[in-house]
């Protein structure tokens, strides 16, 4: 038993050099010094008078959260110069700016991810412009696949902590002094002092919140039974395809990181069948009521701690 399972750690820690080093390649190369962040922020005007203070990262399938914002002004990626944008189905490309309860946000309404073909850099670019533009606490949500039965799909999760060894370390390359130091403590990634509001906020509106790592993985492919099998020795108890790269970037910034994931799907180490776009997305919708009451909620406890 233990020979067995020492040998799946061994080859899962082996998966994760060869990945590495292999999806690593393209971001070891040198960056510029001069990052163009400034300019992509000094092209953004905000309406006179409004600060954002919160930021939130609507994954795929949580777009209902901006129904609840009361609306002061919307940009769309595509009108900011230098900007990704999203070709993902189910991913908008627009900041939300308004008040959530009062309190002035920031929404990133759809994300880039790696598997796009963005660098890392380009990657966390937008969630770097939420911090920048004044948000010192962002809220990030996703979907993901549980490699546990006992996490099942419509499930809300607490990310208590991440492993991102298997994605490109969005740091890499000559640090940006302006942005941040060049070691960063990963060690409270997830503020735990958020969690517990997140908590408390999920006990007064009696919903059902578990605690659990996420796991980052470049996709798109989801994964082979074998994979989740490893993720899951490693210690993960989700995986998706986000929101790791963007919780070092914000930590390198010094902003507190809270993270949300909607479980849409067993892995294939539970569940045999196996998922596809159409069902996180089904599944992320259903839950998205339950997601944007507890966010909602938060935020405002939030609110009334600072
Ligand atoms: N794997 C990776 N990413 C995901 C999954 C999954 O099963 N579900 C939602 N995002």
Redesign the pocket.
Known sequence: MNIKRNGLLLLAVAFCCLSLTACGQKDMEPKKAEYNLQQIVDSIKLKDGFKPEIGIVLGSGLHAIADEVEVVQTISYDDIPVFPNSTVKGHEGRFVMGYLEGVPVILMDGRVHYYEGYSMEEVVTPVRIMAKLGAKTVILTN???SMREDFKPGDLVCINDHIASLVPNPLIGQNDDKLGERFVNMSNAYDSSLRETLHKAADTLKIELKDGVYMQ?T?PT??TPAEAKAYASLGADI???STACETIALRHMGVKVLGVSCV??Y?PNVESAG?SHEE?QNVAKQAGEKMVRLIKQTVKAMGQEN
């Open positions: 979907s993901s696949g993985v996709g989801f994964e995986v998706g395809m849409t799907n892995c998922t996180v």
